[in-house]
Each structure stands twice: as C-alpha cells, then as structure tokens.
C-alpha cells in the first residue's frame, strides 16, 4: 500500500513558477513509477509527466515539454514537478500516482493523492 500527499500548489501569474510535491508513503517507493496528471474543470485527467523506476527515465506531455520537470528523491520518498513559463491552460487540479508499470495511461496507475489545485492567471 502506498499513500500519497501532493503540496505546493497555488496561484500564480502567467509566465510564473511553482513546484509541487508529492510525499510517499511504503518502503518500496524506489520501484513505483511515478506520475503526474492533472484535471481541468469539465474535462478528464489528462497525463502530465512520470518518472520511471528504478533508472529515472523521464517522459512528458507534448504541452510541457520544455516548461516542467519531474524528478524524485528516493532517500526522500518525494517526486516533484517543477512548472516554468505557467500559462492559463495549465490551470487544473494535479495530482500524483504510483504505478508499477511504465506508462502514460492512467488507468495503469495503483495509487493516487488528493491532488492540490494550480491556478494561472493571464
């Protein structure tokens, strides 16, 4: 069993920054996959950026790609995303999953947190 708790979100201006993370319950955070997704009102939870275990192999969506990077501290039992250049359309709810499989697909994804709400203004 795994437990997540997303922090560090917010609002900020366009063209801001913020970093979220995302604590991790478990002795065997090193061998999840971690992810991020994130939802906008009214439409469905969109891959974000993951992490895959154990070499840290990165993947992002084609909307943030250059913008965010995800990283994660093991000792820590932490992932993070740091979001550059934040535009309006990043405005959504994100939250932080653990999967054991390699993947974009959220329904892959084991566990989630309760997500923390990012909210960009133009």
């Known amino acids: 069993q795994v437990q997540l708790v997303e922090s560090g979100g917010g609002s900020v201006q366009a063209g801001g920054s913020l970093r979220l993370s995302c604590a991790a319950s478990?002795?065997?955070?090193?061998?999840?996959?971690m992810g991020w997704f994130r939802q906008a009102p009214g439409k469905e939870r969109e891959f974000v950026a993951a992490?895959?275990?154990?070499?840290?192999?990165?993947h992002y969506a084609d909307s943030v790609k250059g913008r965010f990077t995800i990283s994660r501290d093991n000792a820590k039992n932490t992932v993070y995303l740091q979001m550059n250049s934040l535009k309006p359309e990043d405005t959504a709810v994100y939250y932080c999953a653990a999967g054991r499989v390699a993947t974009r697909a959220r329904d892959e994804y084991d566990y989630w947190g309760q997500g923390t709400q990012v909210t960009v203004s133009s």
């Open positions: 992490i895959i275990r154990p070499g840290a192999t990165t």
């Open positions: 478990g002795r065997t955070f090193g061998t999840y996959t």
